[in-house]
């Protein structure tokens, strides 16, 4: 009983890290969730996944490094040369989120999400827990603005071509002549 107890208090005494993968997870759900409500190709578990991955990979990083500098004298090691190549990575994972179709560009906002939620779990896993808090909350304020200006902007955009629309129905143009003009018709009629 004693050898197991001892097992247990090994495994969680860094009980920290367990705590960052499970912050990291709760965070890339949050993220997820808010792509997941707009119908988008990246969701609740795509951005779990890179949030955990991204804090795993930045601990054993970090943890590497007083790990294995003690196995020589003159061994150098950095810390962050993992979590930098996630940024890699990530890319090759934001590039499969985006599509093209003529001029319309798709899946821009999901694969800045996936970067940001690699900036995320690299922060968790690294313990810059305010920081990494801080960033979320100010980027879901600033996207609820970004949505309120970008639907402002489209229904002005969509009055205007209404209108636009309306005026040249009721203008005839200078080859058609007027409805009220050809033989046969009237105005009350």
Known sequence: MSNAID??????KNYEF???????????LLIGFDRTHKNKP?????????TVACALITI???????????LHDRTMMDPMRLAAQIVTGLGFLGAGLIMKSGFEVKGLTSAAMILFAGGVGIGTGA???????????????FVRIGGWIEKRE??????????????????PGPSQPAADSLPGRSSAG
């Open 42 to 50: 990246a969701g609740v578990k795509t951005f779990t996944f890179v």
């Open 127 to 141: 313990g810059f827990y305010g920081y990494v808090l801080f960033a979320i909350a100010v980027v879901f304020a």
């Open 60 to 70: 054993v990083s970090i943890e590497s490094v007083g790990v294995f500098s003690r």
């Open 7 to 12: 097992f247990v208090f090994v495994v969680f």
């Open 18 to 28: 367990y705590f960052r993968i499970l912050i990291s997870a709760v965070l890339g």
């Open 154 to 171: 489209h229904d002005k955009s969509q009055a205007k071509a209404k209108e636009e629309t309306s005026k040249n129905a009721k203008v």
